[in-house]
């Protein structure tokens, strides 16, 4: 999350008094604060020592960092020490990454253990300021500014707890100090007037507190409890989930605020448990601190509650809550995590015992948790259960206690910090324009150049205008395509329906079919199965569409080819089932190759403002070859019917389908460069419109022509019209045959029982279409070449 710019307030120079006493009032305030935190820590420390862990390694540009190791009775927590190692790893990193991301800089750290303690925590933030003026020109004076140094320390990561980022982002913003928290999801912190240097690279409560509304909804429940802490995290939820419930209807049976000195001792907690226990309520909220919570779980365990609990983000994924013996006494729990995404390399890291690195944390942990070096594979798994007694911590358990949610976090802001400074520095891999002396307000400035808002999702929705129409015309292609279906079935036995490749039509209608059906996968958001069945899949039918046109056009020709010598070759040709499965075989092969080798897979393409969510085609060579072997068959159908125009065509059926494929070639012409270059959401609207298109050229051009005259024109769909429309298109040839060639001088009778019979019945018996009429088995002893 970053933050919207917040513009210097330009004062006159007429009243620098004014701004030079502001100056000092600010200043002594950052002293009585050092001062009184200095002196709170000698009375509570966690460690029992005036100054905190701390950890330092030196570099061009400091990153400060800010982490509860200890809690306030003095104990190590593991997860804790681990955030504080995972900081240095990815320093240590980025610094060691090939090429270098800022070259001839060199980031260090200056990391303190807050305790998770406000005083404590305000005490290491104002360390990491020592020395610091205020760098804002607008509200300093030059003469005084010009006096004061400006510190390494730039941007501070943490703290864990909302309370205390509070508390210490007053403090970082009195010297415009970035901020980034990788935990802290208070949505006060979310309010840039009161916290202008404030990032966190987790969400804020408003999101959270939204999901537990929408969990409660799903579950039709209507009474819930509410229970919180008596800080910022936990009153603000807790409010925020009040105002939620009201504005849905659901019944709060009651709201219990923990006080700051809430314990296992305390005399709240037996009242809490039997209110608990005594409520109607179908689920608790325990929205607060992990601490609390663990405290409360402890005892609903004890008392065999057995209800229905909502975790929030601070304890939903504790280990020391889930890992209670008899956990399922208390019941089951319903919790809420941030998005988890391992650290790359860190487990590694941790595992081999921090790859030699030490600092003060890792003494540290490694005092309280010796690692058992020589321990057998029993007592491993033991030993990852942290108990108080523990004497050692073996090496492979160390992974297991990393937080994925706090540890990517962590993660995350170092990579941003990073991203800041190369922006800033204007660093490219060679090196960097600028040097590191920079002051905090102009990275913290850098870093919020850009207002923060959620970036939209862009794909094609179903409501677009686009989908709207395309699916319109995508139905209307489905239901007429049913419709000529059912007119071929009625009159499959005419000869209109076996002029178009008898029982091949109706494999042509299905794959037509199938390509309307689809133009839908291409609306929504695109996701793994459509991504994989969208095109390839309809180069498949579309193939077998065109294939079924191809043997229909071949039949045509062989039927009134009537050369001896290529005999052989048209009996061969003439095989319409083995023409239409190893023309469309080889596109089916292509099909197969390019989704078992690299399918075409969902990704998303980031912008400023927007996501883009589209189908990745990985490797363009396999769906050129398709595409190019879908056109060379448009062709060969296109010249094949182009030739057949000088035929005995009374359904003018060579002439539609040259038409059909003359279009199908423009379109993909025209598809075929805007499907490489465009991006966009509307580029699955052009693949729809191209499928579309190419559907309707056949439907309307080849099939449409033939149901019309089923309908409107039943006398030309008989044996009678087609032997006269042969006839007499011989006669306009001047009787003139190329096999059964006559003289003129013969009358028409001998010609009409030998040379059209012979026509008709090549026709009928080599292609299959027509029935043999009495004047065709006169001559049936011509065998078929």
Known sequence: MTAAVQKPVHISETRPNAYIHLFYLRVAIMFMLWLFVSIMSIYHSCLGVNSPLHAYSPGDIIIGGLFPIHSKTNRTTLPGAICVILMIHAIREVNQRTPRVLPNFTIGYDIYDTCGDVSIA??????????????????????????????????????????????????????????????????????KY???????????????????????KEFNWKTVVIVGSDDEYGKYGSDRLEDHFMNEDICIEFILILPGNFNQNSSLLPKLVEKINDSSAEAIILFTKDTYARII?????????????????????????????????????????????????????????????????????????????????????????LTNNQQCLHPSCLATHIDQDESYSIYLAVQVIVEGLRRLLKCSNQQCER???????????????????????????????????????????????????????????????KAVGGYLCFLELLSLLASFCLTFVFMGKPTKASCFICMP?????????????????????????????????????????????????????LSVSWLTIN????????????????????????ILAMIAYQALLGFICFLFAFKGKQLPDLYKNAVLISVSMLLILIIWAVFTPLYLTLTGKYKPAIESATILISSYSILGCHLAPKCYIMVFRKELNNENAITEYIRKYYEQKGLE?????????????AWSLHVLPVHVWVFSRCSGFLPQSKNMRLVSSLNCL
């Not at 045959?737 to 009778?749: E, G, Y």
């Open 122 to 191: 305000i005490r290491a933030a104002l360390q990491l300021l020592k020395n610091q003026s205020d760098p804002q020109s607008c509200l300093v004076p030059e003469n005084i500014q010009s006096a004061l140094s400006e510190p390494q320390t730039k941007v501070v990561i943490g703290e864990r707890y909302s309370e205390v980022s509070i508390a210490v982002a007053r403090i970082l913003a009195l010297s415009s100090v970035a901020q980034i928290s990788h935990a802290s999801t208070s949505e006060v912190l979310s309010k």
């Open 297 to 385: 779980m402890k005892e609903a365990i004890e008392s065999k509650l057995n209800r229905t609990w909502i975790a929030s983000d601070t304890w939903s994924t504790s280990s020391k809550i889930s890992s209670m013996p008899h956990f399922e006494r208390a019941g089951q729990v319903f919790g809420f995590i941030f998005k988890r995404k391992e650290v790359p390399g860190f487990k590694d890291y941790v595992t081999s015992v921090f790859n030699g690195t030490t600092n003060s944390f890792i003494k540290h942990h490694l005092t309280r948790y010796p690692l058992c070096l020589n321990q057998s594979e029993e007592n491993e798994e033991q030993n990852c259960l």
């Open 194 to 216: 009161k916290f202008p240097s404030f990032l966190r690279t987790v969400p804020s409560d408003a999101y959270q507190t939204k999901g537990i509304v929408e969990l409660v």
């Open 599 to 622: 399918p075409p897979t969902p990704t998303e393409l980031p912008s400023n403002t927007t996501i883009l969510h589209q189908c990745e085609i990985k490797t363009r060579g396999f």
């Open 435 to 497: 040097g590191p002396k920079f002051t905090a307000v102009e990275y913290s400035l850098e870093g919020q150049r850009d207002a923060c808002f959620n970036k939209a999702d862009e794909y094609l929705f179903w409501s677009d205008h686009f989908s709207i129409i395309l699916n319109s015309f995508g139905i209307l292609g489905i239901i007429v395509t049913i419709g000529f279906t059912v007119l071929f079935a009625i009159y499959s036995s005419t000869p209109i329906v």
């Open 537 to 589: 899949f309809f180069f498949i039918v579309f193939s077998i569409c065109i294939s079924c046109i191809l043997a229909n056009l071949l039949q045509i020709l062989v039927g009134f080819n009537f050369h001896l010598k290529l005999g052989s070759w048209i009996k061969k040709c003439n095989r319409p089932v083995a023409v239409v499965t190893i023309v469309s075989g080889v596109q089916l092969v």
């Open 737 to 749: 045959d190329p096999w059964f060639a006559t003289p003129p001088s013969q009358d028409l009778f």
